[in-house]
Nanobody, 114 residues
Framework: QVQLVESGGDLVRTGGSLRLSCAAS????????MAWYRQAPGKQREWVAF???????NYVHSVKGRFTIARDNANYTMYLQMTSLKPEDTALYYC????????WGQGTQVSVSP
């Protein structure tokens, strides 16, 4: 069973930056479209970025130009570089395939203060 472990979340001020990491127990990144998701209190979980096996990426409109998704196949790790953070980015962030094929990890909390 694939295990996904997210890390890197923190409390930052508006305009700050964070780099999230997603570590997998096996190399799921080479053959799967992988995504970062987030869930804010009282809201549904939404995808914010994904990366296809060939390396192409896509982002939800609200984070375009501020977030960058990347992966390191050799180390079974995926990243989300977040810049110019806003209070509305506050959420629990998760990684998974775009089809949500694996069990969810515990997520990593990102909190952005005004």
């Amino acid at each position: 069973q694939v295990q996904l472990v997210e890390s890197g979340g923190d409390l930052v001020r508006t305009g700050g930056s964070l780099r999230l990491s997603c570590a997998a127990s096996i190399n799921v990144f080479k053959s799967n479209t992988m995504a970062w998701y987030r869930q804010a209190p009282g809201k549904q979980r939404e995808w914010v970025a994904f990366i296809i096996p060939s390396g192409g990426t896509n982002y939800v409109h609200s984070v375009k130009g501020r977030f960058t998704i990347a992966r390191d196949n050799a180390n079974y790790t995926m990243y989300l570089q977040m810049t110019s953070l806003k209070p509305e980015d506050t959420a629990l962030y998760y990684c998974n395939t775009l089809t949500r094929a694996f069990a969810w990890g515990q997520g990593t909390q990102v909190s952005v203060s005004p």
